[in-house]
């Protein structure tokens, strides 16, 4: 591979950073606005927690300078990025203005857009499908199916139910 080769994919690598953090954010806003808390302050914990290692490796004898530049440049940008959104979800509730964002037919076309990327695509897709199956399979062990003896649909309780259940309205 020739040096302006690498120098291409390492290009081509921070355009696709750039689409996967604009996504994050949009993505963010829409679980904040649909009242799902999208900050992980765990995040900054994390980072910390791996930039202490590396400085501890370093202090060792590794040469990992780059390594440890790169994520406390990680750590500073998620913190300003972090504090410039929640400054501007702020302002949105001061000045009263709606929030813009993401309607749920826009939160699948959006992965789709990273599902395409030409380099991270692929991974993007097999670590959401992996999520999906993991949960479709925790689900499937979740369930519990109780025989109830033929006496018990008649209990006060069941019957509780039943109306709760029968008014329920129908999905289409």
Known sequence: MSLSEIDQHISDLR??????????KKFAQFL?????????????DYLQYFIREEQMKQNAGAHNTEVIARLEKMLTD?????????K?????????DEIETLTPEDVFALAGTLYHLPINGKKIRDQV?????????YG???????????????SKVMLQLKDIVSKRPKKQ
């Open 15 to 24: 355009e696709e950073e750039r689409q996967i953090q604009d996504a994050y």
């Open 140 to 154: 499937a062990h979740r369930e519990i199916f109780v025989e109830l003896p033929a006496k018990a649909a008649s």
């Open 88 to 96: 501007t979800l702020q302002a949105q509730r001061d000045s009263g």
């Open 129 to 137: 499908e992996g999520i999906k199956m993991g949960q479709d399979k």
């Open 78 to 86: 998620y913190t300003s990025e972090m504090e410039l959104f929640k």
């Open 32 to 44: 904040h606005a649909n009242s799902i808390l999208p900050i992980n302050d765990g995040y900054i």
